[in-house]
């Protein structure tokens, strides 16, 4: 479905540059959405190989709420 909105002449030819062979609303979209970026959760990996204990007890804490939410336990492998 397509809505008409207004915008200034200033934004139209910052869009008009940016647009090439795309449609308006794939540039508008790609504009809004550029703040979102994802996080490569690799770089958590082995954050907390020297904090045994805190790791321990986080364990310790995912297990019990798990659960408590949900009826299962955390198995070890």
């Known amino acids: ?3 008409q909105i207004s915008v200034s002449n200033e934004v139209y ?3 008009s ?3 090439g062979k795309k449609s308006f ?3 508008i979209k790609e504009n ?3 703040n979102k970026k ?3 959760i690799m770089k958590f990996a082995g954050i907390m190989k020297d904090e045994k204990g805190k790791l321990e007890e986080l364990k310790k804490q995912i297990a ?3 659960e408590a939410n949900y009826g299962r336990t955390f198995d070890e492998e």
Do not use: I
Request: glycine share 0%; proline share 0%.
């Open 38 to 40: 994802k996080t490569d």
């Open 32 to 34: 809004l959405c550029a």
């Open 17 to 19: 540059k940016r647009k």
């Open 64 to 66: 019990a709420e798990r």
């Open 25 to 27: 609303s794939e540039v």
């Open 13 to 15: 030819e910052l869009l």
């Open 1 to 3: 479905m397509a809505r």
